[in-house]
Each structure stands twice: as C-alpha cells, then as structure tokens.
C-alpha cells in the first residue's frame, strides 16, 4: 500500500483531489472509454470534493466522459431529504461539474425490490468495464462504505442494517436525534471494491486513528472490514497527522520518507489544457 | 440537452453567476427554468438525466422575484380612472412601460369615480399573465369610493358613497361586475361595511382599510370579518394615537385572528412618509410591509399639469399635488425607486426591502404559490439588480422583457 500522510485535511483534500484529478487527465477519457470513478460520501471527503469543483472551474478537468458510482445510499429516506446521499452528492459535487446526468450512478434506497437493485448495481458496474479508482472513506469502526463489522470480505452489493456505531456517527445529521437516523442502507461490497483497479482511502481526524491502525497494522479482519485492502494491488490511503496517531511510530516515519516519492504522483498535477 | 424527456421537451435556461434570492436569504445559487416556471435541478438531474440548453450569465447580478405593484393608479400619461375608448391599451402601455422598474406584475388602481366610470372601464381589462408586451394584470384595485368623506385625500367628494344596506347591490349599482378585482379599499366605519368586507373576501377580493377615520376597535371588526391589507399607512386615516391607535394599531393588534397576517401599504418615496414614521411601522409589522408606489398618471413624464380622475395634479419636481393645493395626490416614485428608498431610509436587509416588493405583495393577494418568490414551481418572473438595486434586465416566464441599455 502506499500510506501518505500530510500535515492537516486541507493538504490531505489537496492531495487526494490532485491524484484523483491526474488520474483521469492522463486516462484521456473519451466517449469510447470513460474513466470509472468510485465515490465516497460524508465529511472526510468535503474538501477533496471542493477542490475537484475548484479544478473543474478552472478549465483543467472535466468530467463529461466520467461514470461515477457511489458507494451507498439509506434505505427508506426520501431522495429530496436533504441528508440522502442523492442530495449530499448533488449539493457537493454534480451540481458544480459537467458531469451527464446518466452516467452519474448512485443505489436508489426507495426501489420496489432493494435485492433487484442491489444486483443491477453491480450489472451496471460490469457494463462500464469495472472501477478505475474506487475513492472511499473509513467508520470509527473500521468499515468501508457500509459493510458493517461481521461483514464478508467477499461481499457483494447489498442491503446491510447499520451498526449502533455508525448511527451514534450519523446522528449528528438528523439532528442529533438518534430516532430519525435510517437504520437500513444499501451499500457495495468488500468484495465489489476489492474488484476495482484501484483503491483509494481517505482517512482524517483523530477520532479515524484507531480504525486506520486496526485496518493497517492488524492483520485482515472482518470486524474492521477496511483491512480488506491490504490484499489489493494498489491501494492508496491518504491521510492527516491526526489519523496517524495510533500507528508505530515506524510506520509513520517510513511511509513520510516516501513522500518525496508520493509527491511525484501529483506534481506535476496534469490539465486538459495542455493536452 | 435534456436527456430522457420523461418530464418535458421545453428547453431548460440555467441562470449562472448570480445570487437568488430564495429562503429570506440571497444564495450563490444556480436558478433554472423551464416552461415559463422556476425548476428544481437535483429533480431534473435525478429523474430526467437532463440539464440546461442554454446558460444565462448574470454577471454577478441578484436575482430577485418580479415586483409586484398593488396600487398604481396610472404612468406615462395614462390615467386609468379616465373612461376612454380603449383602457386596454393604457394599461398596456403602463404594463409595458413598469418593466423598467422590475414591475411584473401590478393592479391598475381606479380611483373614487362616478359609476359610469367603473362601468365603462372594467369590462375593458381582464386578468392576464404578463409577458413580452408588459407586466401581468392581477386585477384592478378599486380605491373608493366607499371612504369617508374627513379622508378623502384627493379623491372628489362628490362621488363617494355609503352603503345601501350592505349587500351586493351595493357594489354591482356603483361597480357593475366584480370580475378581475383583486381588492378593493374602504372605510370599515361606514355602516354595513362588515357584510360588505365579508362578501368580497368570500369571492376571492382582498379588503383594504383606507381613507378612513376608524378606530382600532372597528379596524380589528373589519379583519375579523376579513379584511387583510391597509390602504397607504399613515396617509388618509387618523394618526396614532396612544389611547386609540386607529387603523395603524393593527401592527401591533392582538385581535388579528390566528393565522393570517395584516399587510400594510408604504408609499417609501421620501415624501408620503416620514422615514422615522416608516421604521416604526417596519420594526414593529416587518413581515407586513408591502411597497406600493401609488403611482399617478404623471409618473415617467415631464413637471406641469395632468389630470387624475375627475380632477388636475401638478408636479414640483418630486411632489405631486392637486392643483392649487398642498394634499398630495399620489406618487411619481418607480417601484425600483422605493425599494431603494425603503432599504436606506429603514436600514433593512437587501433581502428585506425585495421581499417588501414581491413576496409580500403575493402573500396579500394570495398568489404566493405563484408569484413573488423563487421557490420551485413559481413562475419564473424575475428581476436581476446591481448592489445598488437597480434593475439591470427584467424576465416574465424565464423570458427577458427588458434589459437596461439595451
């Protein structure tokens, strides 16, 4: 894996949005060959969201030939509430890019039949030629997307009922009343992001420490199912001082006298203008 | 291009660079328009894939609902108290004529006239939606003539009238039809004015209180029985009195039954109120203030002479007078002009002193749904200001009607 580690979540944001952002430019996405993305929603990648809208106003990365999949929706809320991830994805980032609106992809938790949905999700993924670059995030609990402690590590996309942890987490987005958090959701598997080209994990704040230890310096469990990506090819995790805190000091020292190496992903950062 | 047009084939105009005004706040938000009406995108996105045909660059601009003008009595010449031949065309001209001031839409206002008069020009303007040609008709407000005689303010003494018995009779003798009125003011004082109040609120038409010298307690009788809106506050009623607060108490009435709100006309020129006398009535009644311009014939023309109603007006540079006298008549301020006027002279927020001018006015005339805001669904009549609040181009439906130096 390669760990990167900046000094706060500007600089973590700033660096994660410049490889997602070099990744496609050098992809040279067309509308024979779209680049795949791999979406994450929540507050850890706010500001990597920003700064890709930052890049896309700036004239040097579009996202007219870009599927975008996202990771998981509620079950059961409304898509207009203004917590669904539906709106949360809108808000942050559709709205502000050039996107088309069918290849912007995200699991409907009000469909008749939940299963059917769960299925045609990965259909659609396979239809697309697989996920280029899953971006995600990781739960106090060690989760990625939704996949609960207990979770397969070969899952698939499916519905999953929510551990208390990730609602207590959630909470604060209803209102911090424990009652209007959806208990149900629809989310990718393990297994359905292990499949991708490419992983990459956002993971800020110290509150994340402990998970991002469990999922890099144990060993594979399912209880902290991020752990997971310790078998994949290339998984990226970028991450702040803060979420470093439980690691060994060895790990920390190693992986920021790489950087020099890290940092030649993204400078030069790339631009459709030049191309 | 709108994608799977499961919706609609209309094209779709998405209003960039600017800030909407939109929950009593200017947002740095996108406004998109389709069918004439205001469209939500994250829907349009979601369920229909689509996105706009064309960008409107606003340059920065605030995006304000249309102004809605609830008491105009005429512009440009026009008088619409004048029987002529051909009120409609007046009312057009007028109706073209408000967009420069972000007008659109307005209640051409008759002032106390013969019957005859009311009978002439009613039938000749119906209620329409605005569009290139002008500003939408909402209906005519009728100011008189069943005022008091101690208030008559420039309206002739000769035609004002008391009721009969308080029943429709009374209106169809003096008015003819009630279609196409959307309010109509009075003196709840005069007796069976209640039964009166009760009748037009049942049809639709909103009552107003003015030129009158009622006091609180018979002003509270008359919104009880329905009565919403006061008639130019301050001008033409008793003034405040700290033992009988007449018409202008119910600010501050706790008689107003549950649920429904007093507006109250502001003629904010700088010259028919006081600004100190305007930031009583708006710190106390904020979310009533509607801004009326009470305009007059001689508004957009030259200083001199001018008829209004039965009777001649005389400008003196912002002043309008009945001549050879010191009563005001009316105002030749432009709706933009107050807004302006109301926000320095009241200290309110930008998006204050425009919702005085759109959101109010809907709320009065019960239109809300409609117009007077930039919620999704309303109909996309719009106004885009500097920061100094001056109209810079005018839109009816999503369509511009109006552009400054254009």
């Given amino acids: 894996m390669r760990l990167v580690i900046l000094d706060d979540y500007d600089l973590a944001s700033?660096?994660?949005?410049?490889?997602?952002?070099?990744?496609?430019?050098?992809?040279?996405?067309?509308?024979?060959?779209?680049?795949?993305?791999?979406?994450?929603?929540?507050s850890t990648p706010y500001g990597c969201y920003q700064k890709l809208i930052e890049f896309h106003r700036s004239g040097d990365l579009s996202f007219k030939y870009v599927k975008t999949f996202n990771m998981d929706e509620y079950v059961g809320l409304p898509r207009a509430h203004p917590e669904s991830y539906h709106s949360y994805m809108w808000n942050n980032f559709f709205k502000h890019i050039d996107i088309d609106p069918a290849n912007a992809h995200i699991l409907d938790g009000n469909a008749e039949d939940l299963e059917a949905e769960c299925s045609a999700y990965e259909q659609k993924i396979a239809?697309?030629?697989?996920?280029?670059?899953?971006?995600?995030?990781?739960?106090?609990?060690?989760?990625?997307?939704?996949?609960?402690?207990?979770?397969?590590?070969?899952?698939?996309?499916?519905?999953?009922?929510?551990?208390?942890?990730?609602?207590?987490?959630?909470?604060?987005?209803?209102?911090?009343?424990?009652?209007?958090?959806?208990?149900?959701?629809?989310?990718?598997?393990?297994?359905?992001?292990?499949?991708?080209?490419?992983?990459?994990?956002?993971?800020?704040?110290?509150?994340?420490?402990?998970?991002?230890?469990?999922?890099?310096?144990?060993?594979v469990n399912h209880m902290w199912t991020v752990s997971a990506f310790q078998q994949h090819p290339h998984t990226i995790f970028v991450c702040d001082e803060d979420a470093t805190l439980e690691l060994r000091v060895k790990t920390v020292k190693y992986f920021k006298g790489l950087m020099h190496v890290h940092n030649k992903l993204v400078d030069p950062v790339l631009s459709i203008k030049d191309q | 291009m709108p994608s799977n047009k499961s919706v609609s084939d209309a094209p779709i105009s998405q209003f960039i660079n600017c800030r909407i005004l939109r929950g009593h706040t200017l947002q740095r938000e996108d406004l998109w328009v389709r069918d004439g009406k205001i469209l939500d995108p994250e829907k349009l996105f979601f369920d229909e894939q689509g996105f706009a045909d064309r960008l409107v660059d606003c340059g920065g601009s605030i995006v304000a609902p249309g102004f809605i003008d609830v008491q105009i009595n005429g512009g440009y010449g026009v008088d619409f108290s004048q029987p002529t031949e051909d009120v409609a065309a007046g009312v057009s001209l007028v109706a073209k004529k408000v967009l420069e001031h972000g007008v659109t839409s307005f209640c051409p206002t008759l002032v106390t006239s013969p019957p005859a008069v009311y009978h002439q020009v009613l039938p000749q303007v119906q209620v329409h939606d605005g569009g290139p040609d002008g500003a939408g008709v909402l209906g005519f407000h009728l100011e008189g003539p069943f005022i008091s005689p101690e208030k008559k303010g420039a309206h002739p003494e000769r035609y004002l009238r008391t009721f009969g018995s308080g029943g429709m009779e009374d209106l169809t003798e003096v008015y003819g039809g009630l279609d196409g009125v959307a309010m109509v003011t009075l003196a709840p004082e005069l007796p069976h004015s209640q039964s009166v109040v009760r009748m037009l609120c049942q049809k639709g038409i909103a009552v107003s209180l003015g030129h009158s010298v009622a006091n609180l307690s018979q002003a509270e009788d008359a919104v009880q029985h329905g009565a919403s809106f006061i008639t130019h506050l301050f001008n033409a009623m008793l003034p405040f009195h700290h033992r009988?607060?007449?018409?202008?108490?119910?600010?501050?009435?706790?008689?107003?039954?549950?649920?429904?709100?007093?507006?109250?006309?502001?003629?904010?020129?700088?010259?028919?109120?006081?600004?100190?006398?305007?930031?009583?009535?708006?710190?106390?009644?904020?979310?009533?203030?509607?801004?009326?311009?009470?305009?007059?014939?001689?508004?957009?023309?030259?200083?001199?002479?001018?008829?209004?109603?039965?009777?001649?007006?005389?400008?003196?540079?912002?002043?309008?007078?009945?001549?050879?006298?010191?009563?005001?008549?009316?105002?030749?301020?432009?709706?933009?002009?107050?807004?302006?006027?109301?926000?320095?002279?009241?200290?309110?927020?930008?998006?204050?002193?425009?919702?005085?001018?759109?959101?109010?006015?809907?709320?009065?005339?019960?239109?809300?749904?409609?117009?007077?805001?930039?919620?999704?669904?309303?109909?996309?009549?719009?106004?885009?200001?500097?920061?100094?609040?001056?109209?810079?181009?005018?839109y009816i439906s999503g369509e511009e009607v109006w552009r400054k130096d254009a």
């Fill in chain 1, 14 to 42: 700033e660096w994660a949005a410049k490889y997602i952002r070099n990744r496609i430019v050098e992809f040279k996405p067309s509308a024979d060959r779209y680049f795949t993305l791999g979406l994450p929603t929540g």
């Fill in chain 2, 244 to 394: 009988d607060p007449g018409i202008v108490g119910l600010l501050t009435s706790d008689r107003i039954p549950a649920g429904r709100t007093v507006f109250y006309g502001m003629i904010a020129d700088g010259i028919h109120t006081n600004p100190a006398a305007l930031r009583i009535a708006h710190r106390a009644h904020p979310a009533g203030l509607v801004l009326v311009t009470d305009a007059i014939a001689a508004m957009g023309l030259p200083p001199g002479r001018h008829p209004l109603g039965q009777q001649v007006i005389e400008i003196q540079g912002l002043h309008a007078y009945v001549s050879g006298t010191k009563t005001l008549s009316g105002s030749i301020a432009t709706m933009d002009m107050c807004v302006r006027h109301f926000k320095q002279a009241s200290g309110c927020s930008v998006e204050e002193a425009l919702e005085a001018a759109s959101l109010h006015p809907a709320q009065l005339l019960g239109i809300s749904q409609k117009k007077g805001n930039l919620d999704y669904g309303a109909d996309a009549d719009l106004v885009l200001l500097d920061d100094a609040l001056r109209v810079r181009t005018t």
């Fill in chain 1, 127 to 219: 239809a697309a030629g697989g996920i280029e670059l899953f971006v995600g995030g990781i739960g106090p609990d060690g989760h990625i997307a939704f996949n609960e402690p207990g979770s397969s590590l070969v899952s698939r996309t499916r519905v999953k009922t929510l551990a208390k942890d990730t609602i207590v987490a959630n909470a604060r987005f209803f209102g911090n009343d424990l009652s209007k958090v959806p208990t149900m959701a629809l989310t990718v598997g393990v297994g359905t992001v292990m499949d991708s080209k490419e992983v990459m994990i956002l993971i800020t704040g110290a509150h994340k420490a402990f998970a991002l230890y469990k999922a890099i310096e144990e060993g």
